[in-house]
């Protein structure tokens, strides 16, 4: 019988949210994985920006 995958977990894209409002040239964009069941609505997370050289706010995007 097969196994069954990673099942309810899809990879999501988190974009800079203070970079593409500043209009500062490049994007700083994270993957990574989220479990569908638990966390239905977009993700938010601070991650380190190397454009601006600090911690931002970090969204989902499709």
Known sequence: MAKKG???RVQVIL???EQRE???PGISRYITTKNKKNTSERMELKKYN???KKYTVHKEIK
Request: charged content about 15%; some cysteine.
């Open 50 to 52: 190397p454009f601006l």
């Open 15 to 17: 974009e800079c949210t």
């Open 22 to 24: 500043s209009g500062v």
């Open 6 to 8: 990673k099942g309810n």
